[in-house]
């Protein structure tokens, strides 16, 4: 059977504006993945577990609030804490462009600001996934 | 590509990543996962699998949240396997069962996994029950099964559970409607949830006036076989009856007090209605549980609970348990049996030779019935 | 008089004519459609009017239904109120703001509170980190609230509080701080945002689940009606509805149906609707289609008017008006050559102002990248001010009264928003739609399809995906310093070290008695606070009295 990629999308912290996370969610459901939602306000603990149990393909993050620089990379250091390290991590939302380059060397692999076509996500991780088939 | 149940291994020590790894071979009917399959099948057959099912927005997702952390409470380690639906269209899905049980994904003893239905229900409750067996042979000792909706495909689903869960809801219009007979019948604890709403006690009205139609009519229900069981231990209803706290209404005190005897805990949770099924004059007949919960408060989840461990407890007691394992698997077996020799009729090789049969029926050169005995005999010689 | 057979003749003439003249002057494209992708004609004459009855649909200003504006004189005699929504960081670092704003003409401070605070959870809370200060200012007891006012006369001013679940303890403190500067309660001007309902469907800073944050709104009205009697107790807020991605028809409509909520929410815990409806106000959203946004202004008041004098037979004509503040659209700021920005804020301001709006904030130019500068937010205060005194849109009162276009679009936003209204009411309620998904639903239905449009190319957002350039990260952004949540920590422990904690142990058992009982909880929730419990402290001690909510999402 072919081989489904299945996607976390997650609201880590506690802003509460899921517009973006939801429409990336339809968005990649009408690209034929899988998508998990886990609603808001998770800490990033749930987020790997979440991730982790649900053995999924891609980890898709999105804050709003400014607290990105401390939530992102702590779920790239959670999922290496607990060696998972074919799952592709990508953050989006209101993130200023000079935080974009510590954000990719703590491991988020790509940042998708405001503005972004969900086309251009859907390609992205179609193209950068780690595991294949 | 052939290599060592390395997997299995891992996941018997409650490797998360392990156990994951391997439900996602299953889901894509990888055929690397049968060494897996097969080395963890020794561990497979002790946990307590409950099924719950109902109608979209009786609320299943948050009960089984709270199903979850009672039995946590208890001690024991639970597994969640969560089915929603795929799109027809795109294939994809929108996997949502998390938003209500995500606070228990930093616990090491709970382990969720969201399936999608992947457009082909019969092959679902093959994954299902092969998840169910991962999760069990991990140690899981509690396995729910949350269901998509009600409907024969549900049915299929949660028939792999030793207890099943009837959720239903108030409010929800012609609800008792959705739930029909045949469903019913699969019942072994039904659970009115979201009791503070306004019709709750009609909908538990309802559903006790189905289930005493049902047994009245002599309906082949998984109940009732578990009471003529317990009945004929000598736990049965003039052995037990009694008005004992909370008796002679659903309420949030219906169900089994968890210092009475186990087996009889089931029959206690159903007395209830033994009382009220006295009053209206057919004394013999012997109801299921039908328990009030309000899942977002917890109130009625730790009676919903006892209920569903005195079933288990019953089942037990009777024989009944290994007697329905028995029947579930030899359904299984059966669906899996069929599905290959499908698989097989579907075949491109085989379309062509089924083609040639029928112009020969359509030509006189054989009739439909010596076409059939050919079919049967090549699937034979061919498997 | 218009002879109105003579109108759809030449109306009917000139369409024929057109049609005949689309072969060789094709229109740019086949479907028109405003903002909110309702269908616009190619022409709108007095045909598109006729049903309109003027005295009783559109009326005179400050006169019933409102259509026109809520105050007889409008802008002729008083500017709306400008008013910055801002803070961040520190109340130390706000305060500052708040200064500095005021001594640029600002006419109202509306405080940010960081995420924390808006869910009731204490600066040094696991679920704080990261949050602390970042989309507004940290308060975790009085001694914060203290530091945020200091030096603002508070009997001058008119502050509005962008709180939702944990509103009472905010309001509280805002009381105990004034008391402190010896301004009664009485003589305090200002709102809080008080608006659960909002939050469950698009904002998400709830705690509680529906039914107890319905009883402490209803204590604020009963608090406030005699203690703080100007205190406008909630703003009914439609702006993160179409943040969300509502259009503007489900704007009006969800937010007066949340409205019809609260209000008979209040009337059933025995309020009088006159006593309580007129601090009722609300907050909606400028985006960019100018025509519809003004409509749409009209079309709420009007469509309020009618249901508090016919439904709920309020006598007070101060309870018919609705009354509102106006944000410009956030979503509608491109992270791309944001200094575009400007231009769509300028639009905005216009339409808030042409359709009467009682107060607003602008948004500046670069909050789609981060908080705003204090140049971005001197430019989008100066947008305001340019439209008050140089374009003329403020000389006279709902100029745009009459067009027959404005006029046909307000009548299509109030019929579209009542029927939503009566499917809202067919559902049970504005709180039983949000408990089935049903508003979610809609609300992710526009945005969805807002998304695709803008994908296809077929909604073009100028800079975004049209006329993009190739641009250099922006510089200078506004940057909060990771250390505010180390230094609130810090204050928190020196308060808990430094008050009477058996005072706060007995106010916070007073709280959860008056929480489990049905006493109003102002009253002990304000001697808490001045006690110094801390806002984590008190929302704790009701989260384990009433619960918390769990997200409805449908998807």
């Known amino acids: 059977m072919e081989r489904k990629i299945r996607v976390l999308v997650a609201k880590p912290g506690l802003d509460g504006h899921d517009r973006g996370a939801k429409v990336i969610a339809r968005a990649l459901r009408d690209a034929g993945m899988e998508v998990i939602y886990t609603g808001l306000r998770q800490t990033p603990e749930q987020i790997v577990g979440a991730a982790i149990q649900e053995d999924v393909d891609v980890v898709a993050m999105s804050i709003l609030s400014g607290a990105h620089n401390h939530l992102f990379p702590r779920v790239v250091d959670l999922l290496k804490e607990k060696g998972v390290d074919d799952v592709l991590v990508i953050g989006g939302g209101v993130i200023p462009d000079d935080d974009i380059p510590g954000l990719k060397a703590a491991g988020i692999a790509e940042v998708f600001t405001p503005g972004t076509p969900t086309s251009v996500t859907i390609d992205y991780i179609k193209q950068n996934l780690k595991r294949k088939a | 590509m052939a290599h060592a149940p390395l997997l299995a291994e891992r996941a018997r020590a409650q490797d998360a990543r392990a156990v994951a790894r391997l439900i996602s071979m299953v889901e894509r009917e990888d055929g690397s996962r049968l060494p897996e399959l097969k080395a963890l099948h020794q561990w497979t057959g002790r946990a307590h699998v409950i099924g719950i099912t109902g109608p979209p927005g009786a609320g299943k997702s948050t009960l089984t949240d709270k199903l979850v952390a009672e039995l946590r409470g208890r001690g024991r380690t639970v597994g969640v396997v969560a089915i929603d639906p795929s799109s027809p269209f795109t294939g994809g899905a929108i996997l949502g069962d998390r938003i209500r049980m995500n606070r228990h994904a930093t616990d090491e003893g709970v382990f969720i996994r969201s399936l999608a239905t992947r457009g082909h229900l019969g092959g679902l409750s093959r994954a299902t029950a092969e998840t169910v067996r991962v999760l069990d042979a991990a140690g899981y000792q509690d396995i729910i099964i949350e269901t998509v909706g009600v409907g024969q495909s549900e049915v299929d689903v949660v028939r792999l559970a030793d207890t099943i869960v009837l959720v239903s809801v108030p409010g929800l219009g012609d609800d008792i409607q959705a739930i029909k007979a045949g469903v019913m019948e699969i019942g072994d604890v039904f659970c009115v949830n979201k009791a503070d709403k306004d019709g709750a006690e009609r909908v538990i009205r309802e559903i006790r006036a189905m289930l005493e139609t049902a047994v009245l009519n002599g309906a082949a229900t998984r109940f009732s076989e578990l009471y003529g069981a317990l009945a004929a231990m000598g736990l049965g209803p003039d052995a037990k009856a009694g008005p004992g706290p909370g008796a002679g209404e659903a309420s949030f005190a219906g169900a089994a007090a968890a210092d009475e005897d186990a087996a009889g805990g089931y029959f206690q949770a159903g007395a209830a209605h033994h009382i009220a099924n006295q009053a209206r004059g057919h004394d013999e007949l012997a109801l299921p549980p039908v328990l009030a919960t309000v899942a977002e408060t917890g109130q009625g989840i730790k009676e919903l609970v006892d209920a569903i461990k005195a079933h288990e407890a019953g089942l037990a007691a009777t024989g009944l348990l290994a007697k329905r394992r028995v029947e579930n698997l030899a359904w299984e077996l059966g669906k899996a049996a069929a599905d290959r020799i499908l698989s097989g009729l579907e075949a491109d090789e085989r379309r062509g030779y089924l083609r040639a049969q029928a112009e020969a029926v359509l030509g006189k050169k054989t009739d439909f019935y010596d076409a059939l005995e050919a079919i049967a005999q090549s699937l034979r010689a061919g498997s | ?555």
Not at chain 3, 1 to 24: H, R
Not at chain 3, 296 to 324: T, Y
Not at chain 3, 520 to 528: E, F, H, R, V
């Open chain 3, 1 to 555: 008089m218009n002879d109105m057979d003579a109108v759809k003749k030449g109306a009917e003439a000139y369409e024929a004519g057109v049609e005949k003249s689309l072969g060789k002057f094709p229109e740019r494209k086949k479907d028109f459609v405003t903002g909110s992708k309702a269908p616009v004609a190619r022409l709108y004459t007095p045909v598109d009017t006729a049903k309109i009855d003027y005295l009783r649909d559109i009326g005179f200003p400050g006169e019933y239904p409102y259509t026109r504006g809520v105050q007889n004189t409008m802008y002729r005699g008083r500017f709306w109120t400008m008013r910055q929504y801002a803070g961040f960081s520190t109340a130390e670092e706000s305060n500052k703001r708040y200064k500095f704003l005021l001594e640029q003409g600002t006419t109202g401070l509306s405080v940010a509170f960081d995420l924390p605070t808006q869910i009731g959870y204490d600066s040094d809370h696991a679920l704080s980190q990261g949050e602390v200060g970042k989309v507004g200012v940290a308060i975790d007891s009085l001694a914060d609230m203290e530091i945020l006012f200091d030096g603002i006369p508070l009997d001058k001013v008119s502050t509005s509080m962008t709180i939702n679940a944990p509103a009472s303890v905010l309001l509280a403190m805002y009381i105990a701080v004034a008391e402190k500067q010896g301004v009664g309660a009485d003589k305090l001007n200002g709102t809080i945002q008080n608006d659960i309902l909002k939050e469950y469907v698009a904002r998400g800073t709830y705690i509680f689940p529906p039914e107890p944050s319905m009883r402490l709104i209803t204590d604020i009205f009963a608090y406030c009606s005699k203690e703080v009697p100007n205190w406008n107790t909630i703003s009914i807020s439609g702006y993160h509805i179409r943040e969300a991605g509502s259009t503007a028809s489900q704007e009006v409509a969800f937010t007066i149906a949340d409205g019809i909520a609260y209000v008979e929410a209040a009337v059933k815990a025995g309020l009088d609707v006159d006593d309580f409806a007129p601090r009722l106000s609300f907050f909606f959203n400028a985006h960019n289609d100018l025509f519809e946004e003004v409509a749409k202004f009209r079309a709420a008041r009007r469509v309020w008017a009618k249901l508090m004098k016919e439904r709920f037979g309020a006598k007070n004509p101060k309870s018919w008006m609705l009354r509102f503040h106006t944000q410009t659209g956030g979503s509608t700021l491109t992270a791309q050559q944001p200094d575009n920005n400007i231009v769509r804020v300028a639009i905005q301001t216009l339409a808030a102002v042409l359709g009467g709006t009682q107060s607003l904030h602008t948004n500046s130019k670069d909050e789609a990248l981060a908080l705003p500068t204090e140049d971005s937010v001197r430019i989008a205060l100066r947008t305001q001010q340019i439209v008050a005194y140089e374009s003329g849109a403020a000389e006279t009162v709902d100029p745009l009264a009459g067009s027959y276009y404005v006029e046909s679009l307000t009548e299509r936003i109030q019929a579209e928003a009542e029927s939503y209204i009566a499917k809202i009411d067919s559902l049970g309620g504005a709180v039983k739609a949000i408990e089935k998904g049903y508003v979610q639903q809609e609300i992710q239905d526009a945005a969805y399809a807002y998304q695709m449009d803008v994908e296809s190319g077929e909604r073009v957002v100028v800079g975004m995906n049209k006329f993009q350039i190739k641009e250099a990260p922006p510089k200078g952004l506004l940057r909060v310093d990771p250390i505010v949540g180390e230094q609130q920590a810090a204050k928190l422990k020196a308060l808990r070290a430094k008050r009477d904690q058996a005072k706060v142990d007995a106010a916070l058992a007073a709280v959860k008695a008056a929480a489990a009982g049905g006493d109003n909880l102002m009253p002990p929730i304000l001697a808490a606070v001045k006690a110094y419990a801390t806002l984590g402290e008190i929302c704790d001690v009701m989260r384990g009295v009433f619960g918390e909510y769990q997200q409805k999402v449908i998807l």
